[in-house]
């Protein structure tokens, strides 16, 4: 990839990332969160299918490296739907495929739906199609490793959450954040199977990367507030008419058995892909595996 450079989309200062290859696919990919960041999927992509796509990839509006959200600005998760638009006209790209990581696969459902025109083909990575579900599904993994670290008051206060039928999408993203974090440094087996493929994280310092989690909080904060993000995108995938890939993760609790069932219930030219001994993030958990499916994908 290019070193980053950033763009101005709607009076906004956005992170953008470009490969070299001049190829006429190009790829958009949607990270997750909410206020993820691209950097982990470049370090790992940039020379994978930055090699054989234009591959753009970017962080959201007010996340990481893009300018942060400041105090009073308006900010909604269509800013995040339009800005895909938006870098897309930028770039005088005529239409792309898009990779949704995680949340990112909740905005690839909204961009198709609102902009189908400018897409090709969708891939979805371990997408939430929505989040109470993906609430309770990680509810259930982080009780199983309360278990494993023989914390039972925990396992126990993640089995109260997972069974309240009373709460809603927002209570139970909220009650799975706050238990999740008494897992400490363990707390990442509830995304990561596969350990054997790290980020070298040291381009930037220790300082950076904490102004960039502030921002990416403020940019979950405000999303969390608006609410909208607890709205499911079920009833959009039956209108999403595009040529659609599911990679799944073996191991992966994010897209939980309903979620990949009404996939495949609702998605008309829905394709799936499992890629064994990974969690939550094939793009680095089996990076050369992850490479090959999308290649084969995008090029058939």
């Not at 959450?161 to 509830?190: C, H």
């Not at 495949?264 to 090959?292: L, M, N, R, W």
Request: with cysteine; charged share 25%; hydrophobic share 35%.
């Amino acid at each position: 990839m290019e070193n980053g450079q950033l763009i101005d989309i709607k009076g906004k200062k956005i992170y953008v990332e470009i490969s070299h290859k001049k190829c006429d696919k190009a790829i958009l990919y949607l990270h997750g969160g909410p206020g993820e960041g691209c950097f982990y999927f470049t370090y790992h992509q940039k020379t994978r299918l930055g090699d054989k796509f234009k591959l753009i990839a970017f962080d959201q509006r007010g996340v990481c490296r893009s300018e942060g959200i400041s105090n009073g600005e308006a900010f909604s998760l269509d800013d995040l739907v339009d800005d895909c638009e938006g870098i897309r006209q930028f770039l005088g790209i005529k239409k792309w495929s898009i990779i949704g990581h995680s949340f990112g696969g909740y905005l690839a459902v909204l961009y198709a739906s609102r902009y189908p025109n400018s897409i090709e083909k969708v891939i979805f990575e371990g997408p939430t199609f929505d989040f109470g579900l993906t609430a309770k599904a990680l509810l259930k993994k982080t009780a199983s490793l309360f278990e494993k670290y023989k914390m039972v008051e925990n396992e126990l206060k993640c089995i109260k959450l997972y069974n309240d039928a009373t709460l809603s999408p927002r209570e139970l993203v909220e009650g799975y954040m706050e238990i999740g974090e008494f897992l400490e440094e363990n707390r990442m087996e509830i995304y990561t199977h596969n350990f054997n493929n790290p980020t070298d994280t040291g381009v930037y310092s220790d300082g950076q990367w904490d102004n960039f989690y502030n921002k990416s909080a403020i940019h979950f904060d405000r999303l969390r507030d608006e609410g909208k993000i607890f709205e499911s995108v079920f009833p959009l995938l039956k209108k999403i008419n595009i040529p659609c890939l599911l990679i799944l993760g073996e191991h992966d609790a994010v897209t939980c058995p309903i979620q990949v069932q009404t996939y495949i219930t609702e998605v008309k030219q829905g394709e799936i892909y499992t890629v064994k001994y990974s969690g939550h993030t094939p793009h680095y958990e089996a990076a050369d595996e992850f490479c090959d499916v999308v290649t084969d994908y995008l090029t058939k």
